[in-house]
């Protein structure tokens, strides 16, 4: 694999304030999550029709200009603050944890971060659910929350509020598909617990590979945006000029050396990520991953002309994990490690250049089709190097 950069890198929970402890009789003392791992697998969408799918009511904002103001008068009473307790909310020195959500349904669905309601990447051996939720409204109102379930993987938790209790302002979910680099971008939520913040920027990376705070797998498909946000905006929302919903708000990057304050740096989740987890949780309670069991990094045309493989552009198989699909279905692993032009590289493996049909370009290709295109105790036809011969082979994929 690629030697890790130099410069030492720490994501920092909840830019976001999740499951970050405080006391309830101040709702202060933030303490900074350390260090944490990494999202992977998704599964399928919704299909039209699908009568768990929220109706959103709200339409996209009228106009091509960017207006932080107007997205902030039409969305920000969409926007609310969550406030999970851990122990007894009775108790004087109960821990709580601090976010933000937004309502996406007219029956009470609001989304917001896994790690906000759990316990999911504070370095406890197991993960727990947050025993009372409340939800905060722009208006000050306070109610309590049901915790529908919780996307380790993708880090996306959905709550139900009754929806007699406050009157509901869904806002409306984007593509985050059709994104790009340099769009301006709005970010609401409650950080450091100051409700209903409003921050801008713009898009600054699109298909970002980052470590998920709440499992050991890399979400993929993250925005990296320089809109400012920080500890309690975690499971906000982040909009485009139209005011729809293109991601989740989760993570900031800072040095190592920093408090965790804000640096330039921010990801948010992918909405059509969190769709599809949405509509699982709704109807399941639980998200299921198609697995396959393998490790892999980019082959590149350099690397391809330097060690004899028959495709300039696939992934390279490190690890077959034992006992997988993968394995059962004979995909081979490197044998050695390399390093050519300065990059380490594992080379002597099977590269795949097709999953399903669908041309594999590098690493990630690999993760994104699996997650999204196919589904546990499915039989997909990977499309193989191995040398100088090209092979299909068939692998049952099972469940993360």
């Given amino acids: 694999m690629r030697p890790s950069s130099a410069a030492a890198l720490t994501l920092v929970a909840a830019a976001v304030g999740g499951a970050f402890v405080l006391v309830v009789a101040s709702l202060a003392g933030w303490l900074h999550a350390g260090e944490t791992k990494t999202v992977v697998v998704r599964a399928s969408a919704p299909t039209a029709g699908d009568a768990s799918a929220p109706v959103v009511a709200a339409k996209p904002l009228v106009g091509n200009g960017f207006q932080p103001a107007q997205i902030y008068r039409a969305r920000s009473a969409g926007v609310v603050t969550v406030v999970s307790y851990f122990d007894d909310a009775g108790l004087p020195d109960a821990r709580a944890g601090q976010g933000s959500g937004f309502v996406v349904s007219k029956n009470g669905l609001v989304l917001t971060s896994a790690h906000v309601i759990t316990t999911a990447g504070q370095g406890t051996d197991k993960t727990t659910t947050a025993r009372t939720v409340y939800v905060e409204f722009a208006d000050g109102d306070r109610v309590t929350a049901h915790v529908v379930g919780a996307d380790l993987f993708d880090d996306v938790g959905v709550l139900r509020v009754n929806a007699s209790q406050h009157a509901l302002d869904p806002v409306p979910l984007g593509n985050s598909s059709r994104v790009v680099v340099g769009q301006p971008v709005a970010a609401i939520g409650s950080p450091f617990g100051n409700v209903d913040s409003l921050s801008v920027g713009v898009v600054s990376a699109i298909r970002r590979s980052i470590p998920s705070l709440t499992s050991k797998y890399d979400l993929v498909d993250a925005i990296q945006t320089d809109a400012p946000i920080n500890h309690g905006n975690s499971g906000g929302p982040l909009f485009d000029a139209r005011g729809r919903v293109i991601g989740i708000n989760a993570q900031i990057r800072s040095s190592g050396a920093s408090t965790g304050g804000f640096e330039g740096v921010g990801f948010a989740v992918p909405i059509d990520s969190a769709r599809r987890s949405l509509a699982q949780l709704v109807q399941t309670g639980g998200v299921k991953y198609a697995f396959v069991g393998i490790k892999t990094e980019d082959l590149t045309p350099a690397l391809a002309r330097k060690f004899g493989y028959a495709a300039t552009r696939g992934a390279l198989i490190d690890q077959v994990t034992d006992g997988s699909g993968a394995a059962k279905a004979g995909l081979e692993a490197g044998t050695r490690d390399e390093v050519y032009e300065g990059v380490g590289v594992t080379v002597g493996g099977d ?24 589904v546990p105790g499915e039989t997909a036809k990977f499309t193989i190097v191995r040398g100088r011969e090209r092979r299909v082979v068939p692998v049952t994929l099972a469940a993360r």
């Avoid at 590269?351 to 196919?374: C, E, F, S, Y």
Wanted: aromatic share 0%; glycine share 4%; proline share 4%.
């Fill in 351 to 374: 590269a795949i250049v097709a999953i399903a049909g669908i041309p594999v370009t590098n690493a990630l290709d690999v993760v994104r089709i699996v997650t999204t295109k196919l």
